[in-house]
């Protein structure tokens, strides 16, 4: 599953009466704390499914009256009950039986025995969806049965399950469709089933449907044929590969393929013009893929390969094998009015998908606990598989400002947790496993075992590895001995297991501490903290690669690590000559963080202010300002050193150290709050060669990065007073049709921050008649830039009204408050006032929690941490188990005034004295400009 750049909330969601009504989620404390009592939400294994035959028959149109918007389903498992037993435990949820029975499965040439009822005694755990079914007679150990069930279903509309969605086409006219999102465990309110990864079964699946309507399945159809039911047609689909219940998908729609035999891409009719990239690109993709991990794709037991956009959809997109779909805006592209950042986007979800068929489809991981093996090789390989085909995109460079670094702020935190996490089992449990420890940190850590392996290995292990556990479930240490195998026979000095189980294992990254002098370096390491007293274990530490390079070697190519850093042990490197200066972590391929003295900082930066700054890669440009400005927010370095250091930005004008830079810069401006003057100079000085050499218009030899690159220092220069970037980007905005689309961004924002209700009007009537995903996500996200009371009220109104689709009201609600500091206090007193309108509109209360605790994460003011605090104490109560988010996020607030209170001081006078010390430099330039005339004037 692709998760979105911006948070996506996965919200647990209580039964309905009916389909026509909805009751909010409130999220229910786990029931106990002891692990054998959270056993209880695993299923027992003495039954194991072989395969699910299953016939749908969902009702979508307005003449199905009152089973609008259900669906009737039969399904017989066939098991093996692999000990004598009475009892069988299975998943259900949200489903009304007719018939729920059971026979001993028949040899070949027998008549099917008679049906056995299940017993009076069957009951069902509500926390846990586990169902418990007794057999009057006891089931014999290592026999096939037969458990069958007739049942119907809800489709409801909160994008999980055997759901509802819809769109409106180009008549004014709604249309219905059925889709499904399965992962992690909803294909039980589809259909009975062992819902966990482990128990993987072949699939046949039956579609019943109106005749205007068509269906699409994991497989190849076989046959479609009128149904005895009028108007009704059955569409039989060839049996699965072995998978697991999360992988099943199917589609009831009026979609248009852009299809050839083994193919293709799903889409409403209208939008069937914007197939044609991803229809592309898949096909591409996905042949490099099987090349590259020696195992073709339709040769692992699928015929065909399907990508589908759905209007509603929950996640960035969803692995369902042959059988992907994706948000409308994650997969449909517009070349004309699509972005190139967005088009780069699109490709890397499908990629992201694609790989999943390997990793995560074929072999899956055993349980949650072990999501990484699935989703790490997805994100590792939605840059290296993309860059398989789209090479002049620099995916490896973008890696680590994406991935590397993002995923760093979260792992240095008592937020962090293990990528491989034994402490999961709830429905909550589950959700939290799909964060950025399992995708960032895991694409993060393959990619520092591919540069200590070597690339060959890497690719060998890869290849043997998935040969080996071939539609079986997997676990990390088979994955390790794949590793084992192929461990490269070199002077490393720790084995591939202990490199292995420190960074998967424990949690958070270490710093390594670099002193250089009398002809020596020495390396230490303790594990990087944010905050030491957060109550995070900072006792931990890890065998660690280390790459580095220096003044005199100068050699950024070779990424191969010099030797392992082991815990509690200092190594010493000696040299010739003292090196002026020393890099570790060659172009940022390690998993961790590096701090040295002042007097080698003071090198480096020497080196950076010199031409081609010193030869250091862009990527060990990028690494070093991050790593500045996390070391002195966590006071290992001065902010004055490190903004010393990085005014070496004032040359710099490649898209990857800069995004590093305006990351750090996000966490300091929020601190500043409406009081940015001094930064609005220093912003405007140091992005001030970068804005001039790119402008508002592109060149025809720019790259992707300098496309990007132009995106950020314009949105920066225009949001920090630049009158030039502000004045130009006003005049784009008076021909909204014909903006360049890669500056889009920044001139709809200015046009709002700027303008007026005729501006927002003008960009409101733009969306209302958008056809492009990307573009509608574009202006729907450009809203938050208003500033004016009216106009943050009219925005809020347009989230909570089904003006925005639930899957993009967290997105669009963000900007809200993150694109003008201003909008902070406002748009809190909106939500405070307003939470159960959210609440019903996003969803549930953990939405509404998630929201405030982001918003206060902003605040600034010992009064905005008392509005807090008198909001959870009146409300607190009403968000279920979702007020420890709330309570959380008043401790987060005490934290950063305190930080403020301790540093901001320092970063402001930088700021005035950066402001006074430039005037001086101007006024002297001045002076001797005038000198210079006023000799020359005498001479003659």
């Known amino acids: 599953m692709f998760a979105p750049r911006v948070a996506v909330l996965l919200l647990a969601c209580v039964s309905l009466a009916s389909a026509g009504t909805r009751q909010l989620s409130v999220d229910v404390q786990p029931p106990a704390t002891l692990a054998t009592e959270l056993q209880e939400y695993r299923l027992a ?3 194991t499914p072989v395969n699910y035959n299953i016939t749908l028959r969902p009702y979508l149109l307005e003449t199905d009256r009152n089973k609008r918007f259900t669906f009737d389903g039969e399904v017989f498992i066939e098991v093996i009950s692999n000990q004598a037993t009475n009892d069988i435990y299975l998943h259900s949820k949200n489903l009304t039986y007719s018939v729920r029975e059971y026979w001993q499965k028949p040899t070949t040439g027998v008549a099917n025995p008679t049906a056995i009822q299940f017993g009076a005694t069957n009951t069902t755990n509500y926390d846990t969806d586990i169902v418990k079914l007794t057999a009057s007679t006891a089931l014999t150990a290592n026999t096939a049965y037969i458990l069958h069930f007739v049942y119907t279903g809800l489709m409801e509309d909160d994008m999980h399950g055997f759901y509802r969605s819809s769109y409106v086409d180009d008549n004014n006219v709604t249309k219905w469709l059925g889709s499904t999102q399965f992962q992690t465990h ?48 059955t569409d039989v689909y060839k049996t699965t590969p072995k998978m697991s219940t999360y992988l099943l998908a199917f589609i009831i729609s009026e979609f248009v393929p852009r299809k050839d035999d083994d193919f293709g891409v799903y889409a409403r009719p209208e939008y069937y013009t914007q197939t044609q990239y991803p229809y592309n690109v898949g096909i591409q993709i996905l042949e490099e893929m099987g090349k590259y991990l020696d195992k073709d794709y339709y040769s692992m037991g699928n015929e065909k390969m399907d990508m589908a956009a759905i209007p509603d959809f929950s996640a960035g997109a969803m692995e369902n094998w042959g059988l992907l779909t994706y948000r409308e805006r994650s997969l449909l592209v517009d ?20 790989a999943h068929m390997w990793f995560g489809d074929l072999v899956t991981c055993k349980w949650w606990s072990y999501t990484w093996l699935n989703e790490g090789f997805a994100r590792y390989f939605q840059y290296f598989g993309t860059a398989m085909v789209e090479d002049k995109w ?31 089992y709830t429905p909550a449990h589950l959700s939290r496993m799909f964060n950025s420890i399992s995708y960032n940190k895991g694409a993060t850590f393959i990619r520092m075992i591919k540069h200590t392996m070597g690339e060959q290995q890497f690719q060998k292990a890869l290849q043997e590895y998935l040969k080996k556990y071939e539609y079986q479930s997997s676990l990390p240490e088979y994955l390790l001995g794949a590793w084992q195998a192929n461990w490269p026979n070199s002077s490393y000095n720790a084995s591939s297991e202990d490199i292995f189980k420190s960074f998967t294992e424990q949690v958070g990254y270490p710093l390594i501490n670099v002193t250089v002098g009398n002809g020596q370096v020495n390396f230490t390491q303790k594990r990087f903290l944010l905050k030491e007293n957060d109550g995070s274990d900072s006792s931990l530490k890890y065998f660690v690669p280390i790459s580095y390079t220096t003044s005199e070697v100068n050699n950024f190519l070779n990424t191969t690590p010099k030797f392992i850093l082991k815990p509690d042990v200092t190594t010493t490197v000696l040299f010739n000559e003292t090196p002026k200066w020393i ?18 900082w003071h090198a480096i930066h020497q080196a950076l202010i010199t031409a081609n700054w010193g030869g250091i890669h862009e990527n060990n440009r990028a690494q070093i300002v991050d790593d500045l400005f996390n070391l002195a927010r966590a006071g290992y370095v001065t902010y004055n050193l490190t903004l010393d250091v990085i005014e070496y930005l004032e040359t710099e004008i490649n898209y990857i150290p800069w995004t ?21 100079y220093y912003i405007q000085t140091l992005t001030n060669k970068a804005y001039n050499q790119l402008g ?3 060149a025809s030899n720019d790259t992707a990065l300098d496309i990007y690159l132009r995106t950020k220092i314009l949105s920066w220069a225009c949001r920090y007073g630049s009158s030039d970037c502000i004045s130009q980007a006003k005049g784009y905005f008076q021909s909204l049709a014909t903006v360049p689309k890669n500056i889009r961004s920044t001139v709809y924002c200015v046009g709002l921050r700027e303008g007026g209700e005729a501006e927002f009007q003008a960009l409101y009537n733009k969306f209302k008649n958008e056809t492009v995903a990307t573009e509608e996500t574009l202006l729907q996200n450009s809203f938050g830039c208003v500033k004016t009371q009216s106009l943050i009220e009219k925005v809020f109104d347009l989230i909570i009204s089904d003006e925005i689709r639930r899957q993009d009201k967290s997105s669009v609600l963000s900007t809200l408050y993150t694109e003008n500091n201003e909008n902070v206090s406002p748009v809190f007193a909106l939500v405070t006032q307003k939470y159960e309108a959210l609440a019903e509109a996003m969803g549930g209360y953990s939405a509404v929690a998630t929201v405030i605790s982001n918003i206060a994460a902003r605040f600034t003011t010992n009064q905005q941490l008392t509005d807090l605090e008198n909001f959870n104490k009146a409300n607190g109560t009403k968000f279920g188990s979702s007020q420890a988010t709330l309570t959380a996020a008043e401790a987060t607030v005490k934290e950063n005034l305190q930080w403020a209170t301790a540093k901001l001081g320092v970063f402001r006078s930088y700021l005035a004295n950066y402001r006074s010390g430039s005037a001086m430099v101007n006024a002297f330039s001045a002076l001797s400009l005038l000198m210079v005339a006023l000799v020359t004037m005498l001479r003659n």
Do not use: C, W
């Open 45 to 47: 294994e003495h039954i």
């Open 335 to 354: 070349e004309s009015a699509t972005t190139l950042a967005s088009r780069q986007s699109i490709a890397a979800v499908v990629a992201h998908e694609q």
């Open 394 to 424: 620099e995916l490896e460079k973008q890696f680590v400002v994406d991935q590397v670094q993002s995923v760093m702020a979260m792992d240095s935190t008592n937020a962090t947790n293990p990528l491989s996490d034994e402490n999961t």
């Open 660 to 680: 590093s830079a305006f990351n750090g810069f996000n966490y300091l401006t929020i601190r500043l709050g409406n009081d940015t003057s001094d930064f609005n």
């Open 696 to 698: 508002f218009s592109e």
């Open 186 to 233: 909803h294909a039980r309110r589809a259909f009975p089933s062992f819902d966990e990864p482990q128990f993987k079964a072949t699939f046949d699946v039956t579609l019943k449907r109106h005749r205007t309507f068509n269906s699409a399945s994991n497989t190849r159809l076989i046959s479609s044929i009128p149904s005895t039911e009028e108007g009704i047609f």
């Open 583 to 600: 890099v570790v972590n060659v172009q940022g391929t390690g998993y961790y963080r590096a701090t040295y003295s002042d007097a080698n």
